[in-house]
């Protein structure tokens, strides 16, 4: 079993920030890759950004410039700096964890999700 507990969101005016945080637990032998994904009403779940074990991120372009997603590898933990947040960014944001067992079992999981309401 794997835990993925997130934290951070919140209520924040337009032009604001915040800083999201996920942290994995369980029978984790090694992580591939995090991100971060979200989700509005009557929309699609959409990425975000994501980071592999090596460092490597990708962006959404919507969010190009203004996030920042990094990693504690040590503590199994990602985070995503959420800077000059718009009312479109307002969305359920879910992390999301791919990686494997000791035992080589596959495992691909989803945070609860953390509300992020941007203000106008």
């Known amino acids: 079993q794997v835990q993925l507990v997130e934290s951070g969101g919140g209520l924040v005016q337009a032009g604001g920030s915040l800083r999201l945080s996920c942290a994995a637990s369980g029978s984790i032998f090694s992580i591939n890759a995090m991100g971060w994904y979200r989700q509005a009403p009557g929309k699609q779940r959409e990425l975000v950004a994501g980071?592999?074990?090596?460092?490597?991120?990708n962006y959404a372009d919507s969010v190009k410039g203004r996030f920042t997603i990094s990693r504690d590898n040590a503590k199994n933990t990602v985070y995503l700096q959420m800077s000059s947040l718009k009312p479109e960014d307002t969305a359920v944001y879910y992390c999301?964890?791919?990686?494997?067992?000791?035992?080589?079992?596959?495992?691909?999981?989803w945070g609860q999700g953390t509300q992020v309401t941007v203000s106008s």
């Open positions: 999301n964890l791919d990686g494997y067992t000791r035992r080589g079992t596959g495992l691909y999981y």
């Open positions: 980071i592999t074990s090596g460092g490597t991120t």
